[in-house]
């Protein structure tokens, strides 16, 4: 596709996506679907439910089971076939209440030809976001200018196999560029999850901030001393532990000695997601995890054995509790406490979202790439990073977690960097041609590094868990 043919295409996504669109006859009764869900020649859309059945495709993929990926999707889908992990498959015949004949979940990491779609094999591949959340590899020939769109491929019919790696919503690791169905191969077009991409989202790696979170918990119920980030002369503070009471000695002296083990440990979470957070303080604490009926149905649908052994119904038999993300605020948060009153007399809120994340004063909007690497690579983050949020109290404290299971603006740099791929096309924050501008000259921008660097090597990480 042609520049000039790229922004007609994305011209006629912005006026299809327009939001007070309401279907009637005259307009064919359903939203038309921007190019950007239906792979190029393919029949096959991705994450486009709300377009209900989509000219010419036989195979709707689902990336994940999170509602702005399965708009309209219920139990009256009848379109065509819907292919995903098993772990999202679960969550929507539970959730949604989709008919199980619809729904075809296939292995992870192993190529499968898609019935219906001259022969285009698709691999999956974890996404590091939500559980049951992949990427798909699709590889083969172009048969069809299936969708909406005006602008048709001119190589439909060729002998050429083209792979299309579509990303959804994931936390770029290594571990994405070095899968085998990845690795070496020209990728002709990548779909990008775009939510972070812009230098201000510079937020942790997220193995780090799980970490964290166990260990201010684990500190904060011990009644241990929490070491705060230096301050400005780099000598590190030292916070008195928060869950500390006074005491006099025989001598008459005050002495701190630690609190009654009636602390409470509250993790806000999605529908679906922050199970990794929850998991690693409740084995810090060594304690059982209570949530709803509604929430712990939801879990089960997502075959984690770990997580299962962790869940109790008793909600006094468990030191960590889950709720929805918007009750970890303190008003909210006291509120949920006094359910519990006479069991548990102090709460440690855990809200973890990449929106709680702030940049740094004077941070560069522009930085080189190379600085993007090495300012990044050299950050830390430990327990001693995390403050308690305003209003926080001496029996509620409440903690903005710097966490998203979306990629930072980094981990998207070194996944840019780090394979062979052709075009770029982003799939989030596409609704004014400014943003979308701006992204471009990032795609621009990877591009030219990597031609500058003269072959694709991934970049240095620090595990393949994270750069």
């Given at each position: ?8 295409a ?23 679907a ?25 195979a709707?993929?689902l ?15 009848d ?22 004949k ?38 083969g020939?172009?048969?069809?200018n299936?969708g ?9 019919g ?7 790696l ?22 002709d ?16 790696p ?22 705060e ?20 000695s ?12 009636k ?17 690693a303080?409740?084995k ?30 008793d ?24 359910r ?6 102090k ?10 994340f ?15 690497i ?38 998207l ?25 701006k ?12 031609k ?16």
């Amino acid at each position: 596709m042609t520049s000039y043919k790229e922004n007609e295409a994305w011209k006629e996504a912005s006026t299809v996506e327009d939001r007070n669109f309401r279907p009637t006859k005259a307009n064919g009764g359903r939203r038309k679907a921007p190019f950007y869900k239906v792979m190029q020649g393919m029949p096959i859309a991705v994450d486009a439910f709300r377009y209900g059945a989509i000219p010419n495709v036989t195979a709707y993929f689902l990336t994940h089971a999170h509602s702005d990926h399965y708009t309209n999707l219920s139990a009256k889908w009848d379109s065509g076939p819907i292919y995903c992990s098993q772990g999202t498959a679960n969550l929507i015949i539970h959730m949604l209440g989709v008919e199980p004949k619809w729904v075809h979940p296939l292995p992870m990491d192993v190529p499968t030809t898609i019935p219906n779609t001259g022969g285009v094999q698709v691999t999956l591949i974890e996404a590091n976001h939500c559980p049951g959340s992949c990427l798909f590899l699709f590889e083969g020939k172009q048969t069809i200018n299936a969708g909406d769109s005006a602008y048709k491929s001119p190589f439909v019919g060729s002998p050429k196999v083209f792979r299309y790696l579509h990303c959804g919503d994931f936390r770029a690791c290594p571990q994405h560029v070095l899968h085998p169905a990845v690795k070496g191969k020209r990728i002709d077009h990548v779909y990008l999850d775009t939510t972070y991409l812009d230098p201000k989202y510079c937020f942790p790696p997220q193995p780090l901030v799980i970490s964290a979170c166990a260990e201010l918990a684990k500190r904060l119920v011990q009644g241990k001393s929490v070491e705060e980030a230096p301050s400005g002369d780099g000598k590190p503070r030292t916070m008195a532990g928060w869950f500390t009471r006074v005491e006099k000695s025989d001598n008459g002296k005050e002495k701190a000695t630690a609190a009654p083990e009636k602390i409470l440990v509250v993790v806000g979470t999605y529908s679906i997601g922050k199970e990794r957070i929850v998991k690693a303080i409740a084995k810090a604490l060594n304690t059982k995890v209570y949530c709803d009926s509604r929430k712990a149905a939801i879990l089960r649908c997502e075959s984690d054995s770990e997580l299962d052994a962790l869940l109790t119904a008793d909600p006094k038999a468990a030191g960590v509790h889950l709720v929805p993300l918007a009750v970890i605020a303190s008003d909210r948060l006291k509120t949920y406490m006094e359910r519990w009153k006479g069991h548990w007399t102090k709460v440690i809120g855990f809200r973890p979202t990449g929106w709680t994340f702030t940049a740094p004063n004077g941070l560069d909007t522009l930085p080189s790439i190379p600085s993007v690497i090495s300012r990044s690579q050299s950050r830390t983050f430990t327990h001693a990073n995390m403050q308690p949020m305003r209003n926080s109290t001496s029996t509620l404290q409440v903690y903005g977690v710097p966490y998203s299971e979306h990629s930072s603006f980094f981990e998207l740099t070194c996944f840019a960097l780090s394979f062979d791929w052709a075009r770029m096309i982003a799939t989030v924050n596409v609704g004014r041609e400014t943003s979308r501008g701006k992204m471009a000259k990032w795609f621009e921008r990877w591009e030219a590094e990597r031609k500058k660097r003269g072959k694709v090597e991934v970049v240095k990480y620090r595990t393949s868990e994270y750069w």
